[in-house]
């Protein structure tokens, strides 16, 4: 599989680093930012293949995911915390595999 480049905005603080971790090993490229702007700029300045985003229907996600979506990048939404193993850590490669196939195909 061809690597990815990913960007998870996480302002919560809670899952994106584990899923960042996952993603890497998996050979993919991950990006965590806690605010929009920042996530913004960095999918204006590089190739980003998808942004995942908790899903929410307030103001700023609806026009972050509307800009992200405008420059041809996939918005992936996530509803739920990425599994426990991940978040400690402990992610294995079906873990990543399981998040790419959700991701990609």
């Known amino acids: 599989m ?8 996480d302002p919560s603080r809670t899952s994106g ?3 960042r971790n ?8 991950a990006h965590v930012f806690s605010n929009f702007a920042s996530a913004l700029k960095m999918v204006e ?6 942004v995942v985003v908790d ?5 700023e996600t609806i026009t972050f995911c509307d800009a992200v ?3 041809g990048v ?4 996530s509803s739920a915390p990425v599994q426990p193993s ?3 850590g402990g992610a294995t490669e079906h873990d990543a595999r399981t998040i790419y196939r959700r991701l990609f195909e």
């Open 69 to 71: 979506r405008s420059l």
């Open 22 to 29: 996952c993603l890497t090993r998996a050979g993919d490229t």
């Open 74 to 77: 996939q918005v992936v939404y």
């Open 17 to 19: 680093v584990g899923l």
């Open 2 to 9: 061809t690597s990815k480049s990913i960007v998870i905005v």
């Open 86 to 88: 991940i978040l400690a």
């Open 45 to 50: 300045r590089k190739k980003v293949d998808a």
């Open 55 to 59: 899903f929410d229907t307030d103001r």
